[in-house]
Antibody
Framework: QVQLQESGPGLVKPSETLSLTCTVS????????WSWIRQPPGKGLEWIGY???????NYNPSLKSRVTISVDTSKKQFSLKLSSVTAADTAVYYC?????????????WGQGTLVTVSS | QSVLTQPPSASGTPGQRVTISCSGG????????VNWYQQLPGTAPKLLIY???QRPSGVPDRFSGSKSGTSASLAISGLQSEDEADYYC???????????FGGGTKLTVL
């Protein structure tokens, strides 16, 4: 069974760049679409973007100008960078695998990591 | 404001059947399948229903999904206390060119 684990700083200063990494175990990273989803405290889920193992990406238009997702298949990791963060970017960030190209089916999720934007 | 619309709350008593609705449009539910997620307090979401009405292995058959036009529903029969959670619908949106989620429904078991 695929397992996902997020890692990265839990506190980021305003205007800086949020960086998170997701490590995949128990399965191959050379399939599926590897995604980032976030959830502000007490609110709903928001899709951030995803990357295919080949490197092609797709980002939420509302975040596209600030988001970069990359993949390192040799390490079985994919990463998220979100620039120029503000308090509105405070959220639990989840990594997940998306099944299928035109799909909102996320089979496996990481446990999530809370990132707080504050000085 | 979420692209898919869900009621913010729902409730039922143990053993009862409850349904949660999810309303969208022609670019999402109207042309793509719907997925449902269960989020227990303090945990990550878990896939509950995919392709509108399919259950992943391990999900009890008390949970069922349906879709008609631009709306979808999640039904839970034989309600149990452990079903108390937040439920989210999700679908691909052709206009956004990405997945969209509903705002979530908090289910309370009375």
């Amino acid at each position: 069974q695929v397992q996902l684990q997020e890692s990265g700083p839990g506190l980021v200063k305003p205007s800086e760049t949020l960086s998170l990494t997701c490590t995949v175990s128990g399965g191959s990273i050379s399939s599926d679409y590897w995604s980032w989803i976030r959830q502000p405290p007490g609110k709903g889920l928001e899709w951030i973007g995803y990357i295919y193992y080949s490197g092609s990406t797709n980002y939420n238009p509302s975040l596209k100008s600030r988001v970069t997702i990359s993949v390192d298949t040799s390490k079985k990791q994919f990463s998220l960078k979100l620039s120029s963060v503000t308090a509105a970017d405070t959220a639990v960030y989840y990594c997940a695998n998306k099944i299928g190209s035109y799909s909102a089916r996320f089979d496996y999720w990481g446990q999530g990591t809370l990132v707080t934007v504050s000085s | 404001q979420s692209v898919l619309t869900q009621p913010p709350s729902a409730s039922g008593t143990p053993g009862q059947r409850v349904t949660i609705s999810c309303s969208g449009g022609s670019s999402n539910i109207g042309s793509n399948t719907v997925n449902w997620y269960q989020q227990l307090p303090g945990t990550a979401p878990k896939l509950l229903i995919y392709s509108s009405n399919q259950r992943p292995s391990g999900v009890p058959d008390r949970f069922s999904g349906s879709k008609s036009g631009t709306s979808a529903s999640l039904a839970i029969s034989g309600l149990q206390s452990e079903d108390e959670a937040d439920y989210y619908c999700a679908a691909w949106d052709d206009s956004l060119n990405g997945p969209v989620f509903g705002g979530g429904t908090k289910l309370t078991v009375l």
